[in-house]
């Protein structure tokens, strides 16, 4: 079963600090692996995308990586600001299924000062 | 200003009523979709529209009855709905299913109460 895996559920960190988001997938084939950012009350936005072959990916402060072999990825945001604050959802699509997107459930992270 | 426009952004109905979700996108984008977002859930696609044609219903009720007139709209008809059915609704678009690096892009949703 295609299924896309994220944790911690929730994250609170103080401003400045670094943190890191995984996700871990079992969806085949593999096609890409986007990480998505959704402010509260807004809908998502593309952060990035990685291909099989691409294993980082950087935007900004936020840098994905990507291990096909073990099926993980995870997000790195450096010296967060109170704007991260925001759930961030990993999506992986499934190869030749242009419409077959499967959503992990997302990691709610807040940004205290 | 998404590029993809969602009409109301909150609304509250009763079980019995009818009304409808109106989606609009000015991406010149040649697909878009209905999702429903539950607290705590991934995503579920509802409905994908190429072309103006339905490519996809997810095993959505028939409570639920959507519209693509053309590319750039798309609508949600509601009616009888149940209270479970109470989430965010998110319209998003893309410029061809097909396209392996095509993203999502997404309005800010509607967020339904059903009373």
């Known amino acids: 079963k295609n299924q896309v895996e994220q944790s911690p559920q929730s994250l609170i960190i103080l401003e400045g600090k670094n943190c890191t988001l995984q996700?871990?997938?079992?969806?085949?084939?593999?096609?890409?692996l986007r990480w998505y950012k959704q402010d509260t009350g807004r809908g998502p936005v593309s952060l990035t995308i990685?291909?099989?072959?691409?294993n980082t990916k950087s935007n900004g402060r936020y840098t994905a990586t990507l291990d096909a072999d073990t099926k993980q990825s995870s997000l790195h945001i450096t010296a967060s600001q109170l704007s991260d604050s925001a759930s961030y959802i990993c999506?992986?699509?499934?190869?030749?299924?242009?419409?077959?997107?499967?959503f992990g459930s997302g990691t709610r992270l807040s940004i205290r000062p | 200003e998404t590029g993809v426009t969602q009409t109301p952004r909150h609304l509250v109905m009763g079980m019995t009523n009818k009304k409808s979700l109106k989606c609009e996108q000015h991406?010149?984008?040649?697909?878009m979709y209905w999702y429903k977002q539950s607290a705590k859930k991934p995503l579920e696609l509802m409905f994908v529209y190429n072309f103006k044609e339905q490519t996809e219903n997810n095993s959505v009720p028939s409570r639920f009855s959507p519209e693509c007139p053309n590319s750039s709209h798309l609508f949600l008809h509601l009616h009888t709905l149940q209270p479970e059915d109470s989430a965010l609704y998110l319209c998003?678009?893309?410029?061809?299913?097909?396209?392996?690096?095509?993203?999502?892009?997404f309005g800010n949703g509607t967020r339904l109460t059903v009373t």
């Open positions: 991406l010149g984008h040649n697909a």
């Open positions: 996700c871990n997938y079992t969806v085949s084939p593999f096609s890409n």
């Open positions: 990685m291909t099989f072959s691409e």
């Open positions: 998003a678009s893309s410029q061809d299913p097909g396209r392996e690096r095509s993203p999502l892009h």
């Open positions: 999506v992986v699509s499934v190869y030749s299924s242009a419409s077959k997107i499967i």
